[in-house]
């Protein structure tokens, strides 16, 4: 079974940073694309970045594209997501999701395509 646990949330000011943490177990996690989703109350999870097995490709929403990072570290099995300039609109609970890759590289931008699920960190941005 695999396990996802997200870590590195909490409260930021406005142009602040923070760095999300993806650790998982339980698996040999070089087989598994990742993606980072948000989630804000009443919303569904909106796709914020994601990364191939091997993180030779990589991909981020346009709402956040020049201000966050992902990044992988197989031999740790941990996928970061570094998050610079914060913004109000970045409030939510971020979620780290894995995909065992039909290919070689994979790009997990669906919630529907996601096998495995952390429980979120919630990052707060303040004005």
């Known amino acids: 079974q695999v396990q996802l646990i997200e870590s590195g949330g909490g409260l930021v000011q406005v142009g602040g940073s923070l760095r999300l943490s993806c650790a998982a177990s339980?698996?040999?996690?070089?087989?598994?694309?990742v993606g980072w989703f948000r989630q804000t109350p009443g919303k569904g999870r909106e796709f914020v970045s994601t990364?191939?097995?091997?993180?030779?490709?990589?991909h981020t929403a346009d709402s956040v594209k020049g201000r966050f990072t992902i990044s992988r570290d197989n031999a740790k099995s941990t996928v970061y997501l570094q998050m610079n300039n914060l913004q109000p609109e970045d409030t939510a609970t971020y979620y780290c999701?894995?995909?065992?890759?039909?290919?070689?590289?994979?790009?997990?931008?669906?919630?529907?395509?996601?096998?495995?699920w952390g429980r979120g960190t919630l990052v707060t941005v303040s004005a």
């Open positions: 990364i191939t097995q091997t993180g030779t490709f990589k």
């Open positions: 339980g698996t040999n996690f070089v087989h598994f694309a």
């Open positions: 999701a894995a995909a065992r890759g039909g290919s070689v590289n994979m790009l997990l931008t669906t919630t529907t395509a996601a096998d495995y």
